[in-house]
């Protein structure tokens, strides 16, 4: 896992971090940081970049418009 930013927010005591890892490494990297008492809550989001999310549209179009329902 590589953590690239960390930012603090001072008016909300929360801590936001930009990380690029594996699921395993993220998930490992959370129960760490969970079980360590200093939090009292852990939000992991995944994030892609916009090509990705382009490529992953055009196939999930491609798919739809193929899919016939049964007994049309």
Not at 22 to 46: D, K, L
């Amino acid at each position: 896992m590589t953590m690239h930013k960390m930012y603090f927010s001072v008016s909300t005591a929360e801590i936001v971090t930009i990380a690029e890892g594996t699921a395993a490494a993220m998930a490992a990297a959370e129960m760490v940081i969970g079980s360590s008492g200093t939090t009292t809550g852990i939000e992991v989001i995944e994030l892609i970049d916009s090509k990705s999310m382009t490529a992953a549209m055009e196939t999930a179009n491609k798919v739809v418009s193929a899919y016939q329902a049964p007994n049309k």
